[in-house]
Nanobody
Framework: QLQLVESGGGTVQPGGSLRLSCAAS????????ITWYRQAPGKERGGVSC????????YYADSVKGRFTISKNSAKKMVYLQMNNLKPEDTAVYYC??????????????????WGQGAQVTVSS
């Protein structure tokens, strides 16, 4: 069956690190555009980072550039988001999502076809 399951969330102090994982059961990750989104209370869901399905190009939101790294292991059907130097404003529920081709930036969430249930990340002292 097709399923996306996030793991690796938790609570960390400012400046700390977490690695989120997304297990993509039933998917060939070379055929799908891959995006990590996040949603904080009272804010719209927005793209954090993504990998193009056409050429493997990666994109990052300005707020996370230099701190977060997206990657995938197609053989293991796993997607990762390494998050370093975490800040309180990174606190949100993080989702992985798969869908059709998109170019230029990370796609709007309404265009994505498959979603995980989300992982809570809390950055606080």
């Amino acid at each position: 069956q097709l399923q996306l399951v996030e793991s690796g969330g938790g609570t960390v102090q400012p400046g700390g690190s977490l690695r989120l994982s997304c297990a993509a059961s039933g998917f060939n990750l070379d055929y799908y555009h891959i995006t990590w989104y996040r949603q904080a209370p009272g804010k719209e869901r927005g793209g954090v980072s993504c990998i193009s399905s056409s050429d493997g190009s990666t994109y990052y939101a300005d707020s996370v550039k230099g701190r977060f790294t997206i990657s995938k292991n197609s053989a293991k059907k796993m997607v990762y988001l390494q998050m370093n130097n975490l800040k309180p404003e990174d606190t949100a529920v993080y989702y992985c999502a798969l869908g059709g081709p998109y170019s230029g930036t990370c796609p709007p969430p309404e265009t994505r076809d498959y979603w995980g249930q989300g992982a809570q990340v809390t950055v606080s002292s």
